[in-house]
């Protein structure tokens, strides 16, 4: 994969860091269930402030109760990627020149003047988040960092010292020659309707490119670890649902998958390399699906490995490493043993989905017209909307989420109605 450091000067990985913790938008959570110490995934948004006033803290705006259960506040990790940024890329997620950083720490409900700090910061670049029902009880909160990680150029992943990082000023600092090889950011096929959930749940998965691998750390004891993988669910119809995916033997998660196989693969419809493969105009509105998939990593076997790197050869042309047996350092292919399904995909709360249900589901198949992106409510069809709330008012209900379809008819007149024709 790559030969050698070439390890940028401190000050430019802060820099760096800086730059990619302002640029994104969104992220995933990880952290470790109370009780049984499994990791659990989520998808949030964040900001750190408004354009071009960066303050490298992390700001999120979550219901009330996000961290009721942990009063003294939320051990977690949260993995940005520099390939939520490229959508005309010419770098794969898992190249180490694509920016990767893991802030850990803890998640606490904000008081006094970070409040309204808070607010202006996620306003400023969720504008959405100034209409969300008063009645779900969204509060700010921070992030209190203790460790930042970050990988951004060959030579290994490492810690940035929080008074460099806090010290520094954002800008893109690691430097890439253009690709030669097409980019591996292809049009998607056109979402299932909404009614059916667990194939709208396989084709999130299907177009995936990355993911964050949530495991339980060895480095910090009692502390989720969170970090950008590649994956590749199949190709076309041998699409299976269950990801494969390389972990490098240097890297922290395969510490944690050697000491404690339990892992959670959390995806966003947001992280889709396609634009035009899905709409999320806000990754934290539920209907930007997102999906976290709970069980054990497992290390293929002999047939299995061949099967991961023709996977890998058609998803990851920009990686060919991942094809042909994996970094210089060495490591191993996992793919998961599946547990449990959380699938978001619209207003009410996760969706009731099995695994059963999940593996059951058919491969997606229908494909997009390079030229002709689909749109997800429909092309031209003012009335696409309205059919989706009747699709899933049943669920709506069952979830008492009274508040919620009033949202979705008010996002529905300001959104839809204004720039479609009927």
């Not at 219901?63 to 959508?87: K, V």
């Not at 003047?113 to 921070?142: I, T």
Request: aromatic share 8%.
């Amino acid at each position: 994969m790559f030969s050698g450091s070439s390890r940028l000067p401190r000050e430019e990985i802060a820099q760096n860091a800086r730059w990619l913790v302002h640029q994104t938008t969104w992220g995933y959570l990880t952290t470790l269930d109370a009780h049984t110490k499994v990791p659990v995934g989520d998808t949030l948004s964040f900001s750190d402030g408004a354009l071009d006033h960066s303050t490298g803290r992390f700001f999120f705006y979550v219901m009330g109760d996000y961290t009721a259960a942990a009063p003294q506040g939320l051990p977690c990790a949260f993995t940005l990627s520099q390939a939520s940024l490229m959508h005309n890329a010419t770098l794969d997620p898992e190249d180490p020149r694509c920016a990767k950083l893991t802030a850990s720490g803890i998640l606490r409900k904000s008081e006094g003047e970070d409040v309204q700090l808070g607010k202006e910061a996620l306003f400023a670049r969720h504008p959405q988040m100034k209409h969300w029902p008063a009645s779900h009880h969204f509060a700010v909160h921070e992030l209190q960092l203790s460790e930042v990680w970050m990988i951004d150029m060959y030579g290994g992943g490492e810690n940035i010292s929080l008074d460099v990082f806090w010290a520094a000023q954002p800008r893109h600092t690691t430097p890439w020659a253009a690709s030669s090889r097409s980019s591996v950011l292809q049009p998607g096929s056109k979402p299932p309707p909404w009614s059916q959930l667990a194939d709208r749940a396989r084709w999130l998965v299907a177009h995936s490119v990355w993911a964050a691998l949530g495991t339980s750390s060895v480095r910090r004891p009692g502390m989720a670890w969170g970090n950008v993988r590649s994956v590749a669910d199949g190709v076309g119809t041998n699409s299976t649902g269950l990801p494969m995916l390389y972990v490098p033997t240097p890297d922290p998660s395969s510490a944690d998958l050697a000491a404690d196989a339990r892992a959670v693969l959390t995806m966003s419809e947001a992280g889709l390399p396609a634009p035009g493969s899905g709409s999320c105009g806000e990754t934290e509105d539920p209907i930007c699906a997102r999906i976290t998939l709970s069980g054990r990593l497992r290390v293929l076997n002999a047939t299995e490995l061949l099967d991961a790197e023709e996977r890998m050869k058609v998803k990851h042309p920009l990686a060919p490493w991942l094809a042909t047996g994996g970094a210089h350092t060495g490591g191993q292919y996992f793919t998961i043993e599946l547990e449990n399904i959380t699938f978001l995909d619209f207003y009410g709360g996760p969706s009731n989905l099995t695994v059963a249900q999940y593996l059951a589901a058919a491969a997606p198949q229908e494909t997009c017209s390079r030229n002709r992106p689909m749109r997800r409510f429909g092309t031209g069809m003012g009335h696409s909307m309205l059919k989706l709330i009747q699709e899933r008012m049943s669920h709506i209900a069952r979830k008492q989420c009274i508040p919620c379809i009033a949202l979705c008819i008010a996002l529905y007149r300001q959104t839809y109605l204004s720039k479609m024709p009927l």
